[in-house]
């Protein structure tokens, strides 16, 4: 089906498509519903010269869902509900900067996020995102069949609990809150996505530990290969930030990756997380 009240316009590789002709603030009844459709079409949406307020950017954001607050993140000043993703000039890592997917490790994931670019570095800082299901369409059937009969466990502990020893930078780990918040969930490794019906790949580099009643060493070799897999760049995509360009992405259908390429620079983004996610097996 073809879009009538916007324009559409996908990006080079395995998902992605720019939103084009739109103001967020006002969208007609129509623009929405072909929106929606642009969403569950390609997995993640961009839109450029969104010149949004915090409260703008949580009304688009409650359009699709409730916000599902990030209990981790820091907070931008004022506004509790939009999580802060910055990295300072003095900085060595940046948040985001491995493929995952939000919230994995959460018994309902957040559905997905809406980051909006507040300030960019000269060059650099894109976003990368991965099409779970191109990853999973292009496995062999009998690792197929295999992967729908497993889950996984997801964790936060080992990024954001005291211990964690993947955020080595100080500053930054000093602004994550509630490190004894963290815990353990189970969840399919392949989807049924309730949107457009087809399976996707539900494990991510970041968050899951090892299949269920498998010992984290059986788990990785498996794991390792699905991670090169679904990295591949046939089913990736790469978005070079504007000022006010927003990317909408849908953790359910994908992985995302934050470029750490820019040291010595500021880089600003507003996040919000929209809950409202079930995951349902594919099998
Ligand atoms: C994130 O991982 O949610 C942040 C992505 C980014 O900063 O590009």
Redesign the pocket.
Known sequence: MSYETIKVRKLTGGCGAEVLGVDLRQLGNRQWEEVQRAFAEFGVIFFRDQTLEPAEHLAFARRWGPIDINRFFPTVPGHPEI?E?RKEPAQRQ????GW?T?HSYDTAPAMG?I?LARELPEEG???LFASMYGAFDALSDGLKATLRGLKAVHSSKHIFGAEARVYEDPVLKARFRNPEQVGDVVHPVVIRHPLSGREALYVNAAFTVRFDGWSVEDSRPLLDFLYRHAAKPEFTCRFR?RPGSI?FWDNRATW????NDYHGER?L?H?ITVGGCTLAAAA
């Open positions: 999580a993703v940046n948040i985001g900067g995952h939000d996020s980051l800082g894109d976003t930030w990317a995302h990756y934050a470029a880089r983004m996040r």
